[in-house]
């Protein structure tokens, strides 16, 4: 294989080599789930609260006022909680169309290198060593590049 083409050693797996590159981004997006669950509870204790004293405001009995602010709390947290479902769902919907262009790019490109790779006879050999590595290097990149895109 060309030289040119990075290769990994066996005591660096790829896992750890992505690990490393995607960790800052990792811890990154953990505090912003945090950050973001939090301020949705807090969101949802003022409304509640919010509800809470005005209806105690109002001289509205105690029983009611519980369950008009647990109806409130209920329907904020359902909308939240419906919109966290729906991300999710969007997000693997373009995880799926990813990976289906990866898999007809790696299928197409693979074909033409068949018969690029089967076109070196009748060729000389320094071209032939030539295609070689060019062949090797494209699958290389099928195998190691394309599916981190």
């Known amino acids: 294989m060309n030289s040119s083409v990075p290769s990994r050693t066996a005591s660096t797996p790829i896992s750890e080599m992505e690990s490393d590159v995607s960790s800052p981004k990792q811890k990154s997006n953990a505090f912003k789930a945090i950050l973001l669950a ?27 006022t519980i369950e008009i602010s647990d109806a409130i709390s209920a329907a904020a947290i359902g909308i939240l909680g419906y919109q966290l479902i729906r991300l999710q769902q969007q997000k693997r919907e373009r995880l799926r169309h990813r990976l289906a262009i990866i898999a007809d790019m790696n299928h197409h490109v693979r074909n033409a290198l068949q018969v690029i790779s089967l076109t070196t006879h009748g060729h000389e050999q320094s071209e032939i060593v030539t295609i070689r590595e060019s062949v090797n290097r494209i699958q290389w990149a099928l195998k190691e590049l394309l599916p981190k895109i």
């Open 38 to 64: 939090v301020v949705a509870a807090l969101l949802i204790f003022i409304v509640s609260s919010a509800a809470d004293l005005l209806l105690l405001k109002e001289h509205e009995p105690a029983r009611f």
